[in-house]
């Protein structure tokens, strides 16, 4: 009876040691967010952007103007630089995993100021002449001739990740109004918004799209899942900008086509040293690039690829991804070693 009450204590102070223990555990790490697409200037892809999340470096576009990165914060701002160029859209705020986030870039304009010209030397200071009869009174002038609006440019069509097909292209800010006339092989169309309202309406159908100002330019991005459903998939758009006070400016016809089925890769599988995919909804001409662990090893046109020779490590994960024009179409799924 007199070693009941010792046992009784030791295993207090174990159950007291444990919990200790159990305080001092780390928290398991949150898993983070996958974005990846492509950055393009004048249609070709641009290496060596830095990608930024909240300020961070988290990556860089290779040779092919991709890029893959991971983020750990919900609701951080992904933003792209390199010296000499602005990027369309110039932020993105990450709220979930985005596979196709692609963006545009162009040369920033030259801030550099001309040199002050030389200060001439006083002249010497002339007669003074008689003065001559004061002239009548001059007719009202005319008012000046507006000025004119720069064109829409930079477009690009391209698929969301939700699968909705999306337009986008830079306007002069000084735009106010934003005019869309719509031709398909069955009818045309016409819709005029403000840069304010948000959306277009073509007698009923309507286009939602967003308007962000830049320092000189406003990025538009219109959902046009509705027009192209209704064109079924091709259509030509002619973009008017006006302003009051200025003249219009119209843009030449850009035309459109977009696959009904969103487009995608599927079941990648590796046989015998042999990569092989399934796609669906993708252009005929289109290109495949192989990514392992994100980075760009290997291109081709086939729906397959021999990897039993690439120096590919133990434990990689391959993605292919399909681009037509440069433009990122769809990414598989990973494929782990």
Sequence with gaps: MKKFPALLLLVILLALSLAACGEDMPAPPEEGFSVSGIV????????????LADGEKVGETDEYGVYSVTVTEKYAVLAFEKEGYVFSPDSYTVTGDANDYNVTASLAPDDDEPSPPDIPDEPDEPDVPDLPDLPDDPDDPEPPAPLPLDGAYGFYAAYAADGSFMVGFAADTRTETVSLSVSFSEASLAASAAVKDGAFDF????????AETASDRINILADVTSLAELAGGSFTLTVTLSAEGMTSATSSPFSCSFALAPPSISEPTLTDGILSWRVSGLPEECEFVLLVNG???????????????????????????????????????????
């Design 295 to 337: 980075i760009v090893i290997a291109r081709t046109p086939e729906l397959s690829f021999d990897i039993s020779s690439l120096p590919i490590p133990d434990g990689a994960t391959l993605r292919v991804a399909a681009l037509s024009e440069n433009l990122l179409l769809a990414l598989s799924p990973s494929l782990a070693l």
């Design 40 to 51: 393009l200037a004048d249609g070709e892809p641009l290496p060596g952007v830095t990608v």
């Design 203 to 210: 007698d009923g159908v309507s286009l939602p799209f967003s």
